[in-house]
């Protein structure tokens, strides 16, 4: 039941992340990736509200946990998810741990962007 969960939540999310794509450089142009940045920056802000709400006020399930968070917030952006995980490790003083985790995720994305723009090059 929790996978159909996030299935439905993570097509929600998808859905509104693809119109944000569409309308933000109809808004604002497309010399700068305004929607990405967008989204990463709203999809955090909610994050924190929902995860401060159920943490604070102890209320909703797993269920609504997971289709709100794991669900429309990671259709909609999996930064999200990255700054959650940040936070988490800073707010409990790992601030090692904290900083090395996003070196390591913007430093091996990065690479992992290139490695496969290289393979497929190479095999083309």
Sequence with gaps: MNYLIVFLGGGLGAALRHGVNVTMPRLVGNGFPYATLFENVTGSFVMGLIVSWFAFKGQGSQEWRLFLTTG???????????SL????????????????????SVGLS???IFAGLALVRALA
Excluded: H, K, P, Q
């Design 110 to 112: 990065l690479l992992g």
């Design 72 to 82: 429309i917030l990671g259709g909609y952006t999996t930064f999200s998810a990255f």
């Design 85 to 104: 995980d940040f936070a988490l490790l800073y707010e409990r003083d790992a601030l090692g741990l904290a900083a090395l985790y996003v070196l390591a």
